[in-house]
């Protein structure tokens, strides 16, 4: 094995000189191997006439000058700060627009969160050349959403932080990418940070894709370094460039054209889509063969192999953050097309005159599930406009056309349905929409999906990685001994923090992220992602170890009844607050439920000397996010989400009713 890997890569100026780093013999580098560079930019070839002749800033119709791909990276490594970069630097954006932060993140939650939900598309124009990129979630909850863009790319542009290096998600996103043959541009992002460690994070890089069965080719990765951030890359570390130059070459240089068919008859499949009140339905794929232009005729085959008639009226083409309509496109281009009545996922579209379909694009299944019910609590239908099941049964259907890693299933019940995806966030982010969008519902405590997988009960594991202080190390390992986590390894970085690997059954994730935010003082942070299903482990786990304080009347909480209990426990309501019998007010203290009375007033008296009256200092009550409220309930309590509210409650409100339920249990 050699000691020095190849770092690949030209110079700025496009020379094709080669550099070698020497990285730590510590760890396993990369083998040598000289790889194959274009002398030249096709821009510049003398055989490529179209984008020879092309005026400055006009992009050319011709495959050769297409490049089409998708940036993949852990969730906050700067996949959408990078796009903002390109799309400002290659021009694309009005200079004299205001600068936009996180252009792509249009969605109001992904906004609010600083995350990005779904994967978006959008187009640069570079040296005559039109590079197609898609922006895609970082959250494993979101995979699907990755697995599914990948078809439409020849090449990805993996991400990786130049402190972190890779984390969870970014074996996953790599992972998916290996298995379609995709061959990655590696970007070590944020080297402008503190504590960078560029050497440190190619070496974890390049194990993490020899642990991954990479081919040669994959390995043989070219790399950059970059700082989304401040906008400048280059092939050194040491020696940056004063723009994003360096990283367009190598997208150029490194990432096929497509390798299409633009003579054979139309095909297109359906990998995204999107709505607007004015066309209505808009699918969004790459065209795999052929052209099309608009008010064209095309047959619609579905992934069930039905089959049916349509007319795609325009034909869309992104540019910057608009969506340009164009009379043509041809193979290899990524288009929106309207016109096609209720279209799906993986449908795809064809010439009439040859209708075949394209092998159905497949998502990891579902892990994690979780029960929707109507809300029945006493203060139901104040806040929201839609209550009924017949409401919320279709607008979770109408979320299953484009959320293709969800299922719902409906049950023996009217006013219950099973909904299942891929972890906690992925369906708290449908009820934070549900409920913006004005339903009322009540969630039940997220469980995981058990598989029978040769005869044994199997459940879902997850690789978790934790970065903790040091002097919390002790705390969190018996957390996690206790969710039966098992370690895997542990690596301090000598800076008085330690990074902890764990295998721990998903279940035992579920609650965890307040028990680790309260141990660490905020301090810490914390990765997870699906691995893989192991045989169950019995007994319970991560079940919240305190009792509720359960309100035995209905009204408005009254502060001195408040005073009283903050001693018994945390509370989740403040005074003023409506409440009715069978809802949580706030967590116990102990183990056990408490029924309590927050609407007691203090007693009328004759003596009215003054100062006899005491202050009432109440704590501040604790309000619980979306997220926060799922994780803290046990199995016999709900999550009444409203518009305006988020209360937990019991699901027998009634005190006589729960104990008599608990005697049939026992």
């Known amino acids: 094995m050699p000691a020095t890997p190849a770092n690949t890569g030209t110079s700025s100026r496009g020379s094709g000189a080669f550099r070698t780093e020497t990285l730590s013999s510590a760890v396993r580098v990369r083998p040598t191997k000289t790889p194959t560079w274009p002398t030249t930019h096709p821009a510049l070839d003398n055989n490529n006439r179209d984008a020879r002749d092309a005026q400055p800033g006009q992009v050319v119709a011709g ?3 297409l490049r089409n791909i998708a940036i993949i990276a852990h969730v906050d490594h700067g996949k959408t700060t990078l796009v903002d970069r390109l799309l400002q630097q290659s021009g694309t954006l009005d200079a004299r627009a205001a600068p936009i932060e996180r252009a792509m993140d249009s969605n109001e939650i992904e906004r609010e969160r600083g995350i990005t939900i779904l994967s978006k598309t959008t187009a640069i124009s570079w040296r005559n050349y039109r590079i197609n990129i898609v922006d895609t979630p970082g959250h494993a909850d979101f995979g699907g959403e990755v ?6 790319v020849d090449s990805v542009l993996l991400l990786v932080d130049a402190v972190e290096g890779p984390m969870p998600q970014t074996r996953f996103v790599t992972q998916k990418a290996f298995a379609q043959g995709l061959n990655p541009i590696v970007v070590i992002n944020k080297i402008d940070r503190d504590g960078a460690r560029p050497d440190w994070v190619l070496n974890e890089t390049f194990d993490l894709f020899d642990k991954l069965d990479a081919s040669d080719e994959q390995l043989d990765f070219p790399v950059v370094y970059a700082s989304a951030l401040y906008g400048f890359a280059g092939l050194d570390p040491k020696s940056m460039g004063e723009d994003m130059t360096t990283l367009l070459e190598t997208i150029v240089e490194h990432v096929p054209p497509p390798q299409v068919d633009r003579d054979g008859p139309f095909q297109m499949q359906v990998s995204s889509l999107d709505y607007s009140s004015y066309v209505g339905a808009i699918g969004i794929g790459r065209i795999e063969r052929g052209s099309v232009r608009t008010n064209t005729p095309v047959t ?5 192999g039905a089959m049916r008639n349509a007319r795609v009226l325009q034909v869309l083409r992104s540019e910057g953050l608009e969506r340009i309509e164009t009379e043509s496109a041809s193979a290899g281009d990524i288009v929106a097309v309207t016109g096609v009545e209720a279209p799906n996922i993986s449908d795809t579209l064809c010439d009439p005159a040859c209708p075949e379909a394209l092998p159905p694009l497949t998502v990891d299944e579902p892990t994690v599930s979780m029960d ?3 809300n029945t609590s006493p203060l139901a239908g104040r806040d929201g406009k839609f209550l009924t099941s017949r409401q919320i049964r279709e607008r979770l259907m109408r979320e299953l056309i484009h959320n293709v890693a969800l299922r719902v299933d409906e049950t023996g019940d009217a006013d219950r349905f099973l909904v299942s995806g891929r972890g906690e966030l992925h369906l708290a982010i449908l009820i934070e929409n549900m409920r ?3 339903y009322e519902l009540a969630i039940s405590r997220p469980r995981v999906i058990l598989k029978d997988i040769d005869g044994q009960l199997c459940e879902p594991f997850e690789q978790l990685i934790v970065d903790v202080e040091e002097r919390n190390q002790g705390t969190i390992m018996e957390l996690l001994g206790a969710r039966r986590g098992a370690l895997s390894d542990m690596r301090p970085d000598g800076r008085g923090r330690v990074r902890l690997d764990y295998t721990i059954p998903a279940r035992g994730l579920i ?6 935010l309260t141990s660490t003082s905020g301090t810490g942070l914390i990765y997870h992602n699906f691995s893989h299903y192991g045989p169950c482990s019995e007994g319970n786990i991560a079940q919240r170890g305190n009792g509720a304080l359960v309100s035995n009347s209905a009204g408005k909480s009254v502060g001195f009844a408040l005073f009283n209990l903050q001693e018994r426990g945390k509370l989740t309501v403040g005074p ?3 409440i009715y019998e069978g809802m949580i007010i706030g967590i116990h203290a102990r ?5 309590v009375n927050p609407m007691k007033a203090k007693h009328l008296t004759n003596i009215r000397a003054a100062g006899t009256d005491e202050n009432i200092l109440l704590t501040p009550p604790m309000r619980l996010t979306l997220e926060q409220a799922l994780e803290i309930i046990d199995d016999d309590e709900l999550v009444e989400v409203t518009p305006a509210k988020i209360r937990l409650r019991k699901k027998l409100l009634k005190e006589h009713e729960r104990k008599r339920a608990s005697r049939v249990a026992s």
């Open 63 to 65: 495959v050769e000058t």
């Open 147 to 152: 697995e599914r863009v990948l078809s439409m």
């Open 300 to 304: 619609v085959v579905s992934r069930t």
């Open 372 to 374: 929707f019910l109507v």
């Open 436 to 438: 913006r969008e004005g």
């Open 511 to 516: 609650g965890f992220r307040t028990d680790f």
């Open 576 to 578: 003023g607050e409506d």
């Open 591 to 595: 183990a056990n439920d408490l029924v």
